[in-house]
């Protein structure tokens, strides 16, 4: 019999996946349960703040997820279009792998529930806080001035997850792959501070 | 007293602005009759396809009006980084507007119902179809090779997808804005065939 904070687990990792694929408002606790196999009944022991709880929890884990993610895409590149690319690849394989139902963890929950939800709307904040940090820091390391680091972030950001809905509704990765490479060939033209200047170029933040 | 088709027309226009910003699953039938003021008991008249053929209409509208943005802005500007912008200013005009509620007209049926419903994503895919389409048509006239400009329209439409996703669920514009002018500079920049060759280039296809 599987422990308690299994189930508990179980609940947040298949309710994610329900709120990628349909959203927010075509997922029912039922659907949660079915899909986890967590014993029925359980739901408001686990989850006493009710579905907007579950869909905060879900939240938070995207975060995590996004972070692991373009950490373990930089592991193997050594400058911004290529991180790009190793991105791609990643996000592209399990859009495709999942029939175009699961693109981007949160985007659908986004646009069904911002800005009416004050406390989800602050958990996508944060997803997209992190993804954006987590690529700032990557495009520092390799030379890009903080200012600079951040705007590249931010049209990253957008390039993957409008190129999500793209092909989503195309059902085929064409578009998706299309911007992305797009993306990298311009990024990979963005001009870079020499290796281990960028300290100094982050100090010199107030400028930017 | 309103004539039917004036009725039928504001449940499609009230529908579509529901739709935009909350969804398909959180639109009732019952919510469209009172943001549109259309006679109850005129629904299943008007849409007997129900509530997914109310949609098609929805989207079909979406179509022309990005078509109609394109145009709108495009009559103003001379080059593909200064439409990225004047399509900027449109479109964050919209949003901030709406209090971050209405973002892209199709994008949260997309994300909920692509690719689970079959008519739903030809239409969805079709709008996309026409916006590119359109995109490419002005990148050509300005010296854009054809093969680039179909590239370059796949980029600017997921840049606008995805900032608009995370500018609502940060409840500002920077996000939006930083996003549409690092693309613009990227655009501005892109190599261009002098006026009046842009013919010669599209003969050449074949090799783009």
Redesign the interface.
């Known amino acids: 019999m599987p422990r308690r904070s299994d189930s508990r687990s179980r609940m947040i990792y298949a309710a994610a996946e329900l709120f990628r694929e349909?959203?927010y408002?075509?997922t029912a606790f039922s659907d949660v349960i079915q899909a986890s196999g967590a014993p029925r009944g359980s739901t408001y022991f686990h989850f006493p703040g009710g579905k907007q709880q579950l869909a905060c929890e879900a939240v938070a884990l995207a975060g995590d997820e996004i972070e692991q993610m373009v950490a373990t895409a930089a592991a193997s590149c050594g400058d911004p279009g290529s991180l790009v690319r190793a991105l791609g690849d990643m996000v592209a394989a399990r859009l495709e792998g999942s029939?175009?139902?699961s693109?981007?963890a949160?985007?659908?929950m986004?646009?069904?529930?911002?800005?009416?939800s004050e406390e989800l709307?602050s958990q996508?904040?944060n997803?997209?806080g992190r993804w954006r940090q987590a690529l700032v820091r990557r495009f520092e390391i390799w030379g890009i001035t903080p200012g600079r680091a951040?705007?590249?972030a931010?049209?990253v950001?957008?390039?993957?997850?409008?190129?999500?809905?793209?092909s989503?509704?195309?059902?085929r990765i064409d578009?998706f792959r299309?911007?992305t490479?797009?993306?990298a060939e311009?990024i990979g033209h963005e001009p870079r501070l020499p290796a281990g200047s960028s300290r100094a170029a982050r100090t010199g933040r107030a400028g930017s």
Chains 1, 2 share one sequence.
């Open positions: 349909r959203g408002h075509a029939g175009y139902r693109g981007c949160i985007a659908t986004v646009l069904e529930l911002a800005p009416q709307s996508f904040e997803v997209f951040t705007d590249l931010e049209l950001m957008s390039v993957f997850e409008g190129a999500l809905v793209v989503r509704a195309a059902r578009s299309t911007a490479e797009a993306l311009f």
